[in-house]
């Protein structure tokens, strides 16, 4: 896609408000709008068990889409957020929910000595995004790029990520070797925080209930004045009005067919997610796109949310 290509699909196309109006007073999309009655067990082992079970689902989504095909690098990302491209040199750059690596591609691509931390929960995605990190023949990227393990719906981030070290160097081993050593064990693993944390379409793949934990362990490892950009599905897109009633599992929260999960967030619930966790808000919209789909000919209306919030410089 071309620099103007992109500016052109990612303006905004219509009111949401109108939108809003439209789905809240069209009888058929009448169960979006219910609350949702959760009679399952919510204790602690429910929950584990039902995030290994996502885990497994993306695990399998990232095995069937591994072709070329599938993979689309988000060049509209430096656009929509500056800061990727402009922000000091050697900036630490986590990304949450790295799947095939189409995040960063481009965050690499932006700036020659920017390192990039990123994790997943799928093993498949991991090896999709080396893959696709290794074929674009970046300058260093086998030192600018380390991925890693880690599923924050049920666990925390590493260690060595939030501690600090009076060296606070890069580690010379490989990533493997590197998340195996403990930083007990060796302090100068651990990178002290990072500047920038990206969730680009993966908060929504969590369940609704295990947000604001994700949510504050990404405040936790980024240092004070540090940003979280934010980007995912927003109210009434398309997408989610797709789902049929049996797909509900909460409210705006639906699972796919294949056993991966979608939230789609209003301006209020994520400003309350965020705030929660102890984030400024610095900037909070929806974005309104309007296309068409090549093979029917049909207009699609998505709607995503766009967002920067920071840790406060005194925290």
């Known amino acids: 896609m071309s620099q103007e290509a992109a500016a052109n699909y990612y303006s905004k196309d219509f009111e949401w408000n109108h939108l809003r109006l439209e789905i809240e007073t069209n009888p058929s999309f009448l169960y979006h709008l219910l609350p949702f009655i959760d009679d399952t067990n919510a204790s602690t082992s429910a929950s584990t068990a039902d995030a290994n079970s996502d885990s497994e689902a993306w695990n399998k989504f990232h095995t069937r889409h591994s072709t070329g095909k599938f993979f689309k690098e988000r060049r509209y990302l430096l656009k929509e957020f500056p800061e990727l491209a402009s922000c000091r040199d050697y900036a630490k750059v986590l990304e949450v929910g790295c799947g095939n690596g189409s995040t960063a591609l481009p965050i690499l691509r932006a700036k020659e000595n920017i390192v990039v931390y990123a994790c997943d929960c799928s093993n498949e995605a991991l090896d999709r995004a080396k893959e696709n990190i290794a074929a674009a023949n970046l300058i ?53 925080g990072v500047d920038l944390v990206t969730l680009i379409f993966t908060l929504s793949a969590l369940p609704l209930r295990m947000m604001p934990t994700a949510i504050q362990e990404c405040f936790s490892v980024l240092k004070p004045g540090g940003m979280l950009l934010f980007r995912d599905y927003g109210l009434y897109d398309m997408t989610m009005l797709r789902f049929d009633p049996k797909q509900r599992v909460g409210y705006r929260e639906y699972r796919r067919s294949d056993g991966t999960r979608s939230y789609f967030f209003s301006l209020e619930s994520t400003r309350d997610l965020f705030s929660s966790a102890g984030f400024t808000e610095l900037e909070l919209e929806y974005c309104c796109v309007k296309s068409t789909n090549r093979r029917n000919g049909k207009l699609m209306r998505r709607v995503w949310v766009h967002g920067k919030f920071q840790r406060p410089k005194g925290s």
């Open 140 to 192: 260093s990227a086998e030192h600018r790029y380390h991925p890693f393990l880690c599923d924050i719906s049920t666990s925390g981030f590493p260690e060595w990520l939030a501690c600090s070290s009076s060296q606070e160097r890069f580690c010379k081993s490989s990533m493997v070797d590197f998340c195996e050593v403990s930083c007990s064990e060796e302090s100068s693993c651990c990178i002290g």
